[in-house]
């Protein structure tokens, strides 16, 4: 699937992989890496890739779901909530890592099948989502 023009480009960039330093070229956001000890890390104070990822997907996927429900006229409050669970770990196939990708969604007030039906074009219309949708199987969930 191609991009029919691109609206905005992303800066980003890293040293030291996963124990070092990142950052975007407008300095809006430095990180410092850590490896977590379940990574075979020392789990320091820094974030991680995955991290990164939940927080990048909760938002698209939020923003995405503020697109649809806009279209079906649908008021989600304030509180609306998507929380993204990243793991990591190896290939069943042996050659490399791959990841697992799970949404939670609450938007209190609103109801659950009309959330539901929102969620799934959420996940059609989500930039995430279809950049994944081929080698992630993502669970999705609505409270």
């Known amino acids: 699937m191609s991009v029919k ?19 975007t070229d407008n300095n809006r956001l430095n990180v410092t890496l850590s490896v977590p ?42 509180e609306t909530k998507v929380a993204a669970d990243i793991g990591i770990g190896p290939r069943e196939d042996g050659g490399g890592f791959g990841i697992t990708a799970a949404l939670a969604i609450s938007a209190p007030g609103v109801d659950k099948a009309v959330l539901e039906d929102l969620v799934q074009k959420a996940h059609i219309v989500c930039p995430y989502s279809n950049a994944i949708h081929k080698s992630v199987d993502v669970k999705l969930s609505v409270a």
């Open 5 to 23: 023009q691109v609206l905005y480009t992303a800066h980003g960039h890293a040293t030291g992989g996963r124990a070092g330093k990142g950052g």
């Open 37 to 78: 000890k379940a990574m075979g890390g020392d789990d320091g104070p820094g974030t991680n890739p995955e991290q990164l990822f939940a927080v990048g997907y909760s938002a698209c996927f939020l923003g995405a779901l503020k697109v649809v429900a806009g279209k079906a006229k649908v008021t989600l409050p304030e």
